[in-house]
């Protein structure tokens, strides 16, 4: 019984994706990536990141010499100077911390300013990869740009191309 259901619905399946053959495939990486303006917008980032980066890396050296200052030192500070060193390096710490957040955590600085550079770009993208499936008729289109899923696509639905040439006009 159990059996009988599995290929029933195995059959459906299969028939649905039968019955869906108009869908083209396209690689909207390779699309990004014909992009001056979206190539730009990238080393634009890169190197904010970059930049950023190095404050960071600067905020943590600090700490690092604090640390190594105190650890230096320890054995000749009080038992209350060396709770207040060691305060101040947890302080630090915990600024520096809160600095690298604030740059690239997920609410941060460069995030912002990825979604300011690149949304645009995407949704231009999108709008022509749309247009494009309006245009000869596609009712899906499948993305194979670092799809795991996707294990294999006849190149006669690949129209990759054909949306960079779009974008182009």
């Keep these: 019984?159990?059996?009988r259901l599995i290929l029933l619905a195995a059959g459906v399946l299969s028939a649905g994706i039968?019955?869906?053959?108009?869908?083209i495939v396209v690689n909207s990486e390779k699309i990004f990536k014909s992009?001056?303006?979206y190539k730009q917008a990238i080393e634009e980032l890169d190197s904010l990141a970059k930049q950023y980066q190095t404050q960071v890396d600067a905020k943590f050296a600090e700490v690092e010499t604090l640390y190594n200052n105190y650890q230096y030192q320890k054995a000749s500070l009080s038992s209350a100077s060396r709770q207040a060193r060691e305060n101040e390096i947890l302080a630090k710490e915990k600024e520096a911390q809160e600095y690298q957040e604030s740059l690239f955590?997920?609410?941060?600085?460069?995030?912002?300013?990825?979604i300011e550079k690149i949304s645009p770009i995407q949704k231009k993208v999108f709008a022509a990869i749309e247009a494009y499936a309006?245009?000869?008729?596609?009712?899906?289109?499948?993305d194979a740009s670092n799809n795991p899923t996707l294990l294999y696509n006849n190149p006669?639905?690949?129209?990759?191309?054909?949306v960079i040439d779009l974008l182009k006009k």
């Design 1 to 3: 019984m159990m059996k």
């Design 18 to 23: 039968l019955s869906a053959q108009n869908y």
């Design 35 to 37: 992009m001056a303006v």
């Design 105 to 114: 955590g997920q609410e941060g600085t460069l995030m912002k300013t990825r």
């Design 134 to 142: 309006k245009q000869v008729g596609a009712d899906l289109v499948l």
């Design 156 to 162: 006669a639905v690949e129209r990759t191309q054909q």
